[in-house]
């Protein structure tokens, strides 16, 4: 264990830029942080074009406080950087997240890194991905000061986005495909490797939980945090939403680099407490994707974070629509390292994305979702219809854009509903989970008792979904009753955990009445 500490200042003051300043000031104070006549980059989470109330991205008045902050500072320039997501345009996604805005009344500048022709190929030392070189434009390399400005939010790549993540957002469009066509995660560390901040500001006013970034449902937190350890600070707000982060494979990467602390016991939160402002947050990624819809037989071996984002979206979409156990017949198959079984009829086969094409030798009249990844109903609509919707010619305008205009609502709706129930005050139980326990568990809801009464095969199954709300691994299980039992009731035939453990004991205990 390293002896290493790490400092995270968590804030939640009367208004965000007081927040602002009080972690700076935690963290040392700006005018110790930032030399005078610096060149100054800040980089929000900026890669869509979604409006500020929507938690998609960084709000603005978080980067308006950060730029009054480091003003104070004195520095030469202050400079707003982002790369958009693939597909959109960086300018656009200042404007309508209200950064631009900002940028205007703040008078700094914008700058897009997509649209920089100025870059260097910074080769990747101990990589492990197969960036084996990264180019990035000669002016972010080249910067005095890095501020990474991320939201925290739920994220269908990577369970959760933060600081971490955020960083992938300095690549322009060629390498930002590239990490997401491989273990994205391992990808992200090399990025960080040859692009590290040196200070980092969470935003964690109005995270947004749920399906993030497609549907967001932001939830109040009303905090800023700040390190300059971008583990630590990830590890913290994990925690401030309650987030296993055990399911979140980039802790043990960030760890084995040595990129940042992961013990908490060598992390100090100064200021405000994580109890002080706990917030459980909804993360639907959290789980194998390959048992998460049991009623399907799904392949996922090989697939991209981005594929697998688009599985989880377009499935659920399936169940709000009503179509979901109508087709449960249906294989589906992302990702390049599958074994399809030969026996599959190929009606009943659906192939997402361009690496599934080579599956067609042995199943050519498969459905054959193109794109890396596809457009984003183009599953969900081709599972419903038992055939392909291809987005081609005049199909986008006559059929899907209609129809994504009447499902949406529906989707939403549903969206809605299943998270009502997480807008109210949480009552949080307490259990001791000692090992014993943990066995007994494992005794009662064996395969033959979970295959009967619920939609998992197993309860590792069952623990994987409901990571989101309980930490199976911990020595004691936090979770609040209203959250669970509504899983409960989603995805077995009992309404309460309570009712499911009775039952389970009941059975596995007490001896057969005979006939």
Not at 42 to 70: F, M, Q, W, Y
Not at 364 to 372: D, R
Not at 453 to 469: C, I, K
């Amino acid at each position: 264990m390293s002896d290493k500490k790490a400092l995270v200042a968590l804030a939640k003051e009367a208004s965000i830029q007081d927040s602002v300043t009080k972690v700076f000031d935690l963290m040392g104070g700006v005018t110790n942080m930032i030399k005078p006549g610096t060149t100054v980059m800040l980089k929000p989470n900026a890669g869509h074009a979604s409006p500020a109330d929507t938690s998609v991205c960084t709000n603005p008045e978080v980067v308006r406080a950060v730029i009054r902050e480091v003003k104070k500072a004195n520095p030469k320039s202050i400079v707003i950087a982002e790369a958009a997501a693939i597909g959109c345009d960086t300018m656009e996604c200042y404007e309508v997240s209200g950064i631009a805005d900002v940028a205007r009344e703040e008078g700094v500048e914008l700058y897009d890194i997509k649209a920089d022709k100025d870059l260097i190929n910074v080769a990747v030392r101990g990589y492990r991905s197969n960036l084996h070189h990264v180019k990035l434009p000669r002016r972010l390399l080249e910067a005095d000061h890095l501020i990474n400005l991320p939201i925290l939010k739920a994220h269908a790549s990577m369970v959760f986005s933060c600081a971490l993540k955020n960083i992938k957002g300095v690549v322009q469009d060629a390498v930002h495909l590239q990490m997401h066509q491989q273990n994205l995660t391992m990808a992200m560390m090399d990025v960080w490797s040859v692009c590290r901040a040196d200070i980092n500001i969470v935003d964690a006013i109005r995270p947004a939980s749920g399906y993030s970034p497609h549907t967001p449902v932001p939830i109040e937190v009303g905090c800023i945090l700040g390190s300059s350890d971008p583990v630590a600070v990830d590890l913290i707000a994990c925690d401030l939403v309650g987030i296993d982060a055990e399911a979140v494979d980039y802790f043990r990467v960030a760890a084995e680099t040595g990129l940042g602390i992961t013990e908490r016991e060598n992390i100090d939160v100064v200021g405000a407490t994580v109890a002080e402002c706990y917030k459980k947050m909804w993360v639907p990624y959290i789980g194998d994707m390959s048992t998460r819809w049991p009623e399907y037989k799904v392949l996922c071996d090989g697939a991209c974070s981005s594929c697998q984002a688009l599985l989880a979206i377009n499935m659920e979409t399936l169940k709000a629509i009503g179509d979901y156990e109508r087709r449960s017949d249906f294989v589906v198959v992302a990702g390049g390292k599958n074994e399809v079984p030969d026996e599959v009829p190929d009606e009943k086969l659906v192939l997402h994305g361009n690496c599934t094409r080579k599956y067609l030798k042995k199943h050519p009249n498969a459905i054959h979702i193109e794109g890396c990844p596809p457009s984003e109903p183009l599953l969900y609509m081709s599972i419903s219809n038992g055939e392909l919707v291809h987005g081609k010619g005049g199909q986008m305008s006559e059929y899907i854009r209609p129809r994504m205009a009447a499902d949406q609502p529906v989707w939403r709706s549903r969206l809605r509903s299943s998270t009502a129930v997480r807008k109210v005050d949480m009552a949080f139980q307490y259990v001791d989970y000692p090992q014993k326990m943990k066995d007994l568990l494992m005794q009662i809801f064996d395969d033959s008792f979970m295959q009967a009464n619920t939609r998992f095969q197993s309860f590792e199954g069952f623990r994987y979904s409901s990571a989101v709300f309980v930490n199976w691994n911990s020595d004691c299980l936090i979770y609040d009753d209203a959250l669970l039992d509504r899983f409960v009731q989603e995805s077995t035939r009992f309404s309460t955990w309570d009712e499911m453990i009775q039952t389970a004991t009941d059975l596995h205990f007490q001896p057969a009445v005979c006939s």
